[in-house]
């Protein structure tokens, strides 16, 4: 049998021992890293310059090239939360969580069943029902904006909340049950059968089997459909007036014909995405493993 020499070992890989007082050489750092972070800086920026914008009066806003050493101030914010003398944000930032919250909810209870229907338990023709979901948002939005308005008048639903819910709803559904279904097939399907067998029945498999398994992918979903429900902006404006106003809508009454608040709005855009922030990164583990999942065997 051979032995090998510590030293020779150290000096092979490039490393030295604590006591030996040479410095430890630490692998290169790989350029995609580096390409990474970069564009990850990219993407952040405009938000970031958003935030910059929103601590600066209108005059130093405005200016062109901007004033870097310009001083900051919290006015935007102040006059957005209404001691400004303008209108409160809290109705519409409470019509936005109650329309983004509910509608995903009821997305959730939706989907989840109808994507067991087709990954674990494949009903007939299961391809022809997921192009059908797809479809359905084939249709631009505008194309049916004027027959939801009628039959929302007719229904006396206008300005009301509980219609956005129930719009928000039908346009989330095709996309969670589409990513429902690729995260429902990669439960295992062994422990379904073992809960059959025991005699659990559907609810029970899909609240106490299915869901705490695919628990990742419906935090997923639930997430960009929350993240599209807040976002939405054309039902909003169309269909609310003062009493159902969101958020969305409620940035867009900066804009008059005095001009472009740029201090205001970017204090309100700041205001306004900290929940959507917030939610993004209260789940982003549950988000990773979620998108990623099923994409390495």
Same mark, same amino acid.
């Given at each position: 049998?051979?032995?090998?020499?510590?030293?020779?070992?150290?000096?092979?890989?490039?490393?030295?021992?604590?006591?030996?007082?040479?410095?430890?050489?630490?692998?290169?750092?790989?350029?995609?890293?580096?390409?990474?972070?970069?564009?990850?800086?990219?993407?952040?920026?405009?938000?970031?310059?958003?935030?910059?914008?929103?601590?600066?009066?209108?005059?130093?806003?405005?200016?062109?090239?901007?004033?870097?050493?310009?001083?900051?101030?919290?006015?935007?914010?102040?006059?957005?939360?209404?001691?400004?003398?303008?209108?409160?944000?809290?109705?519409?930032?409470?019509?936005?969580?109650?329309?983004?919250?509910?509608?995903?909810?009821?997305?959730?209870?939706?989907?989840?069943?109808?994507?067991?229907?087709?990954?674990?338990?494949?009903?007939?023709?299961?391809?022809?029902?997921?192009?059908?979901?797809?479809?359905?948002?084939?249709?631009?939005?505008?194309?049916?904006?004027?027959?939801?308005?009628?039959?929302?008048?007719?229904?006396?639903?206008?300005?009301?909340?509980?219609?956005?819910?129930?719009?928000?709803?039908?346009?989330?559904?095709?996309?969670?049950?589409?990513?429902?279904?690729?995260?429902?097939?990669?439960?295992?399907?062994?422990?379904?059968?073992?809960?059959?067998?025991?005699? #659990?029945?559907?609810?029970?498999?899909? =609240?106490? *089997?299915?869901? /705490? $398994?695919?628990?990742? &992918?419906? !935090? @997923?979903?639930?997430?960009?459909?929350?993240?599209?429900?807040?976002?939405?902006?054309?039902?909003?404006?169309?269909?609310?007036?003062?009493?159902?106003?969101?958020?969305?809508?409620?940035?867009?009454?900066?804009?008059?014909?005095?001009?472009?608040?740029? #201090?205001?709005?970017?204090?309100?855009? =700041?205001? *306004?995405?900290? /929940? $959507?922030?917030?939610? &993004?990164? !209260? @789940?982003?583990?549950?988000?990773?493993?979620?998108?990623?999942?099923?994409?390495?065997?």
């Amino acid at each position: 049998m051979t032995t090998t020499n510590p030293a020779v070992l150290q000096a092979e890989s490039g490393t030295s021992s604590p006591g030996s007082g040479r410095p430890v050489r630490t692998k290169p750092r790989s350029p995609f890293g580096i390409i990474a972070w970069i564009v990850g800086l990219l993407f952040v920026s405009p938000v970031l310059w958003m935030v910059f914008i929103s601590l600066h009066s209108e005059s130093d806003a405005a200016s062109n090239p901007p004033k870097f050493t310009a001083p900051l101030t919290l006015q935007g914010y102040r006059e957005f939360f209404g001691s400004g003398g303008g209108q409160s944000p809290w109705p519409s930032l409470f019509n936005s969580v109650t329309a983004s919250l509910v509608s995903t909810l009821l997305v959730l209870l939706l989907a989840i069943p109808a994507a067991y229907a087709l990954s674990i338990r494949p009903v007939r023709k299961w391809t022809d029902v997921m192009f059908f979901f797809l479809s359905t948002k084939m249709l631009p939005a505008v194309a049916g904006l004027l027959p939801i308005y009628l039959i929302a008048q007719k229904w006396h639903m206008l300005d009301n909340v509980w219609l956005l819910v129930l719009i928000y709803a039908t346009m989330n559904l095709p996309i969670a049950v589409w990513m429902m279904r690729s995260f429902l097939a990669e439960v295992p399907v062994e422990m379904l059968e073992a809960a059959s067998i025991d005699g #659990a029945r559907l609810p029970t498999i899909l =609240t106490r *089997i299915i869901a /705490p $398994v695919a628990m990742p &992918g419906i !935090a @997923a979903t639930a997430l960009i459909c929350f993240i599209f429900s807040w976002n939405e902006l054309l039902f909003a404006k169309v269909l609310t007036a003062v009493v159902a106003q969101t958020s969305p809508v409620f940035l867009t009454g900066f804009i008059t014909s005095q001009g472009l608040f740029l #201090a205001k709005v970017c204090a309100a855009a =700041t205001i *306004i995405s900290l /929940p $959507v922030l917030a939610a &993004g990164f !209260a @789940a982003q583990d549950k988000l990773v493993q979620g998108l990623s999942l099923g994409a390495v065997k």
